[in-house]
């Protein structure tokens, strides 16, 4: 293995520009800056085994053929690609052995992600190693996680929640009526439940939204004793008898339902929705809002993970139907930056009634729910508190910056965070401010 000073220096690199916005590098893009091609018949064999990452430099051992092995050595940046290799590349030509590496590591996709070796400023110059990072490399491959004890880190380059919606409070209870309390007289009861998924189910996913069901009462009505099936349409409806309240909250979970469905894949998460699908979620959580009253006016809420949106039909299962509780109360985000010596973290936390809460770390898209209380769901405030909290959601409501990357777009960030919610500035209990 070759020591952090044997590494090519910074003049025999090669740079191939990566698909915008992405850590990508397509074949199209490499076929572009070189004349080698790999040969279909006779069968052209690559063999390409990493070595190291030390230093922020991905090492390759690359074969072809029979030749002897040579390395390859890449860097990735914010844009761009950095190649070397241990024979005849340079700043203007690139060799067929870095070629080659490159088209063995796409196998047969027409681009490699090179986002796990993306860790710029993460690495001890004399050691090469890194105290944040967790590398493994074995027959299996190599794997680059952060050690346990950090949180995720923010790398330039990478997006950023946007904040360019100013957080206004929307009119709630929109469809608000007085109401008696409603004791159904039926053998049956009309219960509700908030569906909900990850918005990464692989099929049928979907916003949450709230869908009726009919369940069979305890002799006290106090409880339900079993679950009979989910209410999807109002052919559903017709031989069951509804009060008021619920005939105007069906029609409103009906609509719920209709604005729902996000196309999925296994490629792609809840912030690659398209424009229609996040209007249709803008109408959806006004829809939250407009209802609150009606729906915590309910006697049997319930809360189901559903999986996908195909899979809520038929006969709810009892040990998914969770009872919950819709508060009356408003939540308010409110942050924090500690001071970590070497980084910043930037926690996201909600108060209510002037007490702080951690949120639970399986967030619920439009509510935010406390770690020592996740069945009651507060509904956030607007449409920008729920995008700003699903990012942070993704990286368990913390995230960390290394304080030679505190600048431009991550700055910007924080002042703008700064200015339209509570953040306070703190240090470890290990550091002592100067």
């Keep these: 293995m070759k020591n ?36 279909e018949k006779p069968y052209f064999p690559i063999e390409v085994r990493t070595i190291s990452f030390r230093n922020a430099i991905l090492t390759l051992a690359v074969k072809l053929k029979e030749e002897a092995g040579q390395q390859v050595f890449i860097q990735v940046r914010e844009k761009e690609l950095l190649v070397s290799c241990s024979v005849d590349t340079c700043e203007t030509f690139l060799s067929r052995y870095a070629y080659f590496a490159l088209i063995g590591l796409m196998d047969i996709s027409n681009y490699y ?56 409070s929307r009119i709630r209870n929109l469809f608000l009526k007085q109401y008696p309390d409603q004791i159904s007289s039926t053998s049956y009861e009309i219960g509700y439940c908030l569906a909900d998924t990850n918005l990464r189910s692989l099929h049928s996913n979907h916003f949450p939204f709230l869908v009726p069901y009919l369940g069979i009462p305890r002799k006290n009505k106090e409880s339900i004793k079993s679950y009979t099936e ?41 912030e690659e929705i398209s424009n229609e699908e996040e209007r249709n979620g803008r109408l959806l959580f006004d829809l939250w809002l407009g209802s609150h009253n009606l729906i915590i006016s309910q006697r049997f809420l319930r809360y189901t ?23 009356t109360e408003t939540p308010q ?19 209510v009634s ?21 069945q009651r769901f507060y509904l956030l405030a607007n ?25 431009d777009d991550f700055r910007d960030f924080v002042d703008l965070l700064a200015k339209r919610y509570q953040l306070k500035e703190s240090y470890s209990t290990s550091i002592v401010p100067k």
């Design 4 to 39: 952090p000073a044997d590494l090519p220096s910074q003049r025999s690199f090669f740079k191939l520009p990566l698909e915008p916005n992405t850590f990508r590098l397509r074949k199209e893009t490499l076929n572009s800056y070189s004349e080698f091609r790999r040969q």
């Design 113 to 168: 992600d090179f986002s796990k070796f993306y860790w710029p400023d993460f690495f001890e110059s004399k050691t090469g190693g890194s105290k944040y990072l967790h590398i493994i490399n074995d027959r299996l491959g190599m794997e680059v996680s952060l050690k346990p004890k950090y949180p995720y880190f923010y790398r330039p380059g990478l997006k950023l929640p946007s904040l360019s919606e100013e957080p206004k």
């Design 230 to 270: 989910f209410i999807n349409c109002e052919n559903d409806i017709q031989l069951l008898s509804f009060n008021p309240i619920q005939e105007q909250l069906n029609e409103i979970c009906f609509k719920m339902r209709e604005l729902a469905p996000i196309e999925s894949s296994l490629y792609k998460i809840h």
């Design 305 to 327: 993970f559903t999986y996908g949106l195909a899979n809520l039909k038929g006969k709810p299962a009892r040990d998914r139907m969770l009872p919950c509780e819709i508060s």
């Design 333 to 351: 985000l409110v942050f924090r930056k500690v001071d970590k010596r070497s980084y910043y973290q930037l926690e996201l936390r909600f108060k």
């Design 354 to 374: 002037g007490k702080t809460y951690v949120p639970f770390e399986r967030n619920t898209a439009f509510f935010i729910n406390a770690i020592n209380a996740p």
């Design 383 to 407: 449409y920008a508190d729920y995008q700003l909290t699903s990012f942070f959601a993704l990286h368990g409501f913390t995230i960390a910056l290394l304080k030679g990357h505190y600048n």
